[in-house]
């Protein structure tokens, strides 16, 4: 029942090429990030990424965009990284943009063993319809498009049919974690890692703070340790701020 591992090296090592990642992770709240470095380091090449976004440059996935291991990812906010911008124009990457909610449930369906659901998301669009590039062909034009997709009325109201999303691997980054997986999120990194967490055959998290079985009330879990099958401290975990704002101070003038 002890999931822990002594290194994130350890976690990611069968870790092949060519594998598909859910990884966890809300702009830059709650990235694995020392995962995903580890998964540098051991020089894995060729990944299929799901996640929310593909991190900024140098930092988080970014990290593994800028030195070309991933293939094709799937998300719903590119951001700010420009080596991702470049990549895809150019047909270096294939990308799958998916709504937000969308790409949320066809993670969560994964995870429930459910294998597709209809949504209104997309109906009318190309979502649905199809022809989005998911690859160019490096002179502007378009070498793989988005396929249509079963539209079907419920109610009289159209739903398009999207299939959910099982990954070989899912990595996620937890502000508490125990010895047998169970894991809490903090703020807005509850966003996407539960549902990561599900998704993954494999899942290996991450935790700031690692705890002793029965130290977490179980009403506090956000993913059961029955989803996860690797555990690694990581006290130290870098935060970063995407952007920061700071307004100027006002002063009063008293009466």
């Avoid at 709240?29 to 900024?56: K, Q, W, Y």
């Avoid at 990595?171 to 508490?176: F, K, Q, S």
Wanted: proline share 5%.
């Amino acid at each position: 029942m002890d999931k822990v591992v002594a290194s994130a090296t350890e976690a990611v090592a069968d870790v092949p090429d060519g594998a598909s990642l859910a990884v966890g992770g809300f702009g830059l709240c709650g990235v694995p990030e020392t995962l995903i470095e580890a998964l540098l380091d051991a020089g894995v090449t060729d990944l299929e990424t799901v996640s929310n976004n593909c991190g900024v440059d140098q930092w988080g996935l970014g990290m593994l965009l800028g030195a070309k291991r991933i293939r094709r990812t799937t998300g719903s906010y590119v951001g700010e990284n420009k080596e991702f911008e470049r990549q895809f124009l150019s047909g270096e990457l294939e990308v799958e943009l998916v709504p937000q909610g969308t790409l949320a449930e066809r993670l969560r369906a994964g995870g429930a063993g459910i294998p597709a659901f209809f949504t209104p998301a997309g109906v009318g669009t190309q979502v649905a319809d199809g022809g989005l590039p998911w690859r160019y062909d490096g002179s502007g034009g378009i070498a793989l498009a988005s396929p249509a997709k079963e539209v079907r009325e419920f109610d009289g109201i159209p739903y398009v049919l999207e299939r959910a999303i099982r990954t070989d691997f899912a990595l996620v980054h937890a502000r508490y974690g125990d010895r047998h997986g169970n894991l809490v999120y903090e703020k807005s990194a509850q966003n996407f890692n539960p549902l990561t967490a599900a998704a993954g055959r494999v899942t290996i998290a991450e935790v700031e703070e690692l705890l002793e079985p029965g130290q977490l009330d179980p009403m506090d879990v956000h993913t059961a340790g029955i989803f996860v099958q690797r555990v690694v401290h990581v006290p130290h975990a870098e935060k970063r701020i995407e952007k920061r704002t700071v307004r100027e101070g006002h002063h009063r003038a008293d009466a």
